[in-house]
């Protein structure tokens, strides 16, 4: 080969080795480039696609840590303080911070029970008090010398029947628990045996007024316990569960109720039921000065309405009982016999036997307005009869 022709192919072979070089060393970069490219574009589709799905995660990941939080946050709390003890300053005021946030989070809750039950009490104070048959009668704006709460009070000499003091009492009304008196009487003079053993069931849960009872459905009592309850705490279940096992059942029960009325010249009177739960069960001060005087003259009666309290067993456990009426335990009141009586129709009712000044005294209350005014009606009265008063207001 001529010199010429081999220069000439010396510098084609440099230039092609030069390209070469070139494209060899230019095709990474330009892959990496164009996967530079390629990848954002990537990323942006896969986030234009998943969207929704990335979102919703999101806030599930917010909501969790939130309920997380709420659920520990006295246990996050303390985690805080611990991890920074032993860190000076530092570590004090994050578990200061903590102890803060822990009394907030505290303080809100009292806050919130405090006003629900702000709310309850304007629900309850602003509902209208239903009125008893005597104030709808307009009993309670008659007017007596000894202010009395009680719309209708009956006062007498147990012995000479001497009328001491009279107010509406031959007005005819619901007279409540009074009526155990009554249910007291029938199942006394029965001769039942009175260690015959009673089972409380759910025929015997008020469905009247729905009121509590500690004598559960299944408690097996004996008769004489559970007169003793109805009598002195007023138990509704004991006084229902002794007509529904008196002889013949619970309408026989109810039919000597009435009878015993009757006889005893109680014209104004009549019962459907043994508790007083019903406000049919009806009667008149003068009827239940009759029957006070009857019953005061049953020594079991006179024993059971003044017991102060009285302890039974309810399956497992001793159960207390408490007398209903607060003046047995006051050594100022020498009591022969009482009984006690609410439901709404009637408001607050008592009656009872008392030695006062040296007289027998037989006091009828009904329809007190207030928890405890029935109890101060018989207060003044007691006052009154003490302090020489009584024939000079019986005028009036």
């Given at each position: 080969?001529a010199?010429?022709?081999?220069?000439?192919?010396?510098?084609?072979?440099?230039?092609?080795?030069?390209?070469?070089?070139?494209i060899g060393v230019?095709?990474?970069?330009?892959?990496?480039?164009t996967?530079?490219?390629?990848?954002?574009?990537?990323?942006h589709?896969?986030a234009?696609?998943?969207?929704?799905?990335?979102?919703?995660?999101?806030?599930?990941?917010?909501?969790?840590?939130?309920h997380?939080?709420a659920?520990?946050?006295?246990?996050?709390?303390?985690?805080v303080?611990?991890?920074s003890?032993?860190?000076?300053?530092?570590g004090k005021?994050?578990v200061?911070?903590?102890?803060?946030?822990?009394?907030?989070?505290?303080?809100?809750?009292?806050h919130?029970?405090a006003a629900?039950?702000?709310?309850?009490l304007?629900?309850v104070?602003?509902?209208?008090a239903?009125?008893?048959?005597?104030?709808?009668?307009?009993?309670?704006?008659v007017?007596?010398p000894?202010?009395l709460?009680?719309?209708?009070a009956?006062?007498?000499?147990?012995?000479?029947?001497?009328v001491?003091?009279?107010?509406n009492?031959?007005?005819?009304?619901?007279?409540?628990?009074?009526?155990?008196?009554?249910?007291?009487?029938?199942?006394?003079?029965?001769?039942?045996?009175?260690?015959?053993?009673?089972?409380?069931?759910?025929?015997?849960?008020?469905t009247?007024?729905h009121?509590?009872?500690?004598?559960r459905?299944?408690?097996?009592?004996?008769?004489?316990e559970?007169?003793?309850l109805?009598?002195?705490?007023?138990?509704n279940?004991?006084?229902?569960?002794?007509?529904?096992t008196?002889?013949g059942?619970?309408?026989?029960f109810?039919?000597?109720?009435?009878m015993?009325?009757?006889?005893?010249?109680?014209?104004?009177t009549?019962?459907?039921?043994?508790?007083g739960l019903?406000s049919?069960?009806?009667?008149s001060?003068?009827d239940l000065?009759?029957?006070?005087?009857?019953?005061?003259?049953?020594?079991?009666?006179?024993e059971?309405?003044?017991?102060?309290?009285?302890?039974?067993?309810?399956?497992?456990?001793?159960?207390?009982?408490?007398?209903?009426?607060r003046?047995?335990?006051?050594?100022?009141?020498?009591?022969?016999?009482?009984?006690?009586?609410?439901?709404?129709?009637a408001?607050r009712?008592?009656?009872?036997q008392?030695?006062v000044?040296?007289?027998?005294?037989?006091?009828v209350?009904?329809?007190?307005?207030?928890?405890?005014?029935?109890?101060?009606?018989?207060?003044r009265?007691?006052?009154?009869?003490?302090?020489s008063?009584?024939?000079?207001?019986?005028?009036?």
């Open positions: 080969m010199p010429s022709n081999r220069s000439v192919l010396r510098r084609f072979s440099h230039i092609f080795a030069i390209c070469a070089l070139a230019g095709m990474p970069h330009a892959y990496a480039a996967k530079k490219k390629a990848a954002p574009a990537k990323v589709v896969e234009k696609a998943g969207k929704k799905q990335a979102a919703a995660a999101q806030k599930g990941e917010r909501n969790g840590r939130a997380k939080e659920v520990a946050s006295k246990g996050s709390s303390k985690k303080a611990d991890k003890a032993g860190k000076g300053t530092k005021t994050v200061a911070k903590a102890g803060k946030a822990d009394k907030a989070d505290k303080g809100g809750r009292r919130a029970r629900a039950a702000a709310a309850a304007v629900a104070e602003a509902a209208p239903r009125q008893s048959f005597g104030q709808m009668a307009g009993l309670h704006d007017m007596d000894l202010a709460k009680s719309s209708v009956l006062v007498l000499d147990q012995d000479t029947h001497e001491l003091l009279s107010k009492d031959h007005a005819v009304l619901p007279i409540a628990s009074l009526t155990k008196l009554m249910t007291g009487l029938i199942i006394s003079q029965a001769n039942l045996p009175m260690d015959e053993e009673i089972t409380i069931t759910q025929d015997d849960v008020d009247e007024k009121s509590s009872s500690r004598l459905v299944g408690t097996t009592l004996m008769r004489g559970l007169l003793h109805a009598l002195m705490s007023s138990e279940r004991a006084a229902h569960a002794l007509g529904r008196f002889p059942g619970m309408s026989s109810v039919g000597q109720m009435n015993k009325a009757k006889m005893l010249g109680m014209a104004d009549r019962y459907v039921e043994p508790t019903s049919s069960n009806q009667s001060a003068h000065a009759t029957l006070v005087n009857v019953a005061h003259s049953d020594p079991l009666l006179r059971l309405t003044t017991s102060p309290s009285y302890q039974v067993e309810v399956g497992e456990r001793t159960v207390q009982f408490n007398n209903t009426n003046l047995v335990h006051n050594p100022d009141w020498n009591i022969g016999l009482q009984k006690t009586g609410y439901i709404s129709e408001g009712c008592l009656v009872l008392a030695q000044a040296g007289r027998k005294l037989i006091m209350f009904l329809d007190s307005a207030g928890r405890f005014s029935r109890l101060a009606d018989a207060e009265v007691r006052h009154w009869v003490e302090g008063g009584g024939r000079l207001l019986a005028k009036h």
